[in-house]
């Protein structure tokens, strides 16, 4: 049995999981750029959870839409991570109700017992870190895409 490709994919919503480094690349290779407001986070510590509702830019369809002559792609999606013992925040004022927020990169710092600290690095010298008993991340797609509106790639992505 040959592996799955990539452009096998089919246009419905991503529904993904992360429980590995591996793993937490492709999630945030997809979520790079994406865009949010301070207020779409949240945290509901009793839960152990920490979520952001987000917009993010549709990487898996860049290429389809450059070869269709079609506008690119954005799609609301909700980014979770579970187990989450502590959050800290730096950069970011969550009292700004018009403070939006790009998301550039996940990154996981793993400790001797299977959990660590993850980082969602954001722009303008922004973060958030999470204190994580185990990593345990899903990105789903929420709405239908979208057209973005800048009508643009983001300039961080090669």
């Keep these: 049995m040959a592996d799955a490709r990539f452009e096998d994919a089919g246009e ?12 937490l690349g492709v999630i945030s290779a997809l979520v790079q750029d994406a865009v949010l407001s301070a207020q779409d986070m949240r945290w509901l510590p009793r839960k152990r959870r920490f979520a952001l509702l987000l917009n993010r830019f549709r990487w898996e369809d860049r290429e389809t839409a450059e070869r269709e002559g079609r506008p690119y792609e954005r799609v609301r999606s909700v980014l979770a ?4 013992l502590a959050v800290r925040t730096q950069g970011i004022d969550r009292t700004d109700r018009d403070l939006v927020l790009s998301l550039l990169a996940l990154e ?3 400790d001797a017992d299977g959990g660590g600290r993850l980082v969602l690095v954001l722009a303008g010298d922004g973060a958030v870190a999470l204190e994580v008993e185990a990593l345990e991340v899903v990105l789903k797609d929420v709405t ?5 509106p800048s009508g643009r790639v983001p300039e961080h992505r090669d």
């Design 144 to 148: 239908r895409p979208y057209v973005a």
């Design 12 to 23: 419905g919503p991503l529904y993904l999981g992360a429980e590995t480094v591996e793993d």
């Design 81 to 84: 991570f579970e187990g989450v």
């Design 108 to 110: 996981f710092e793993p």
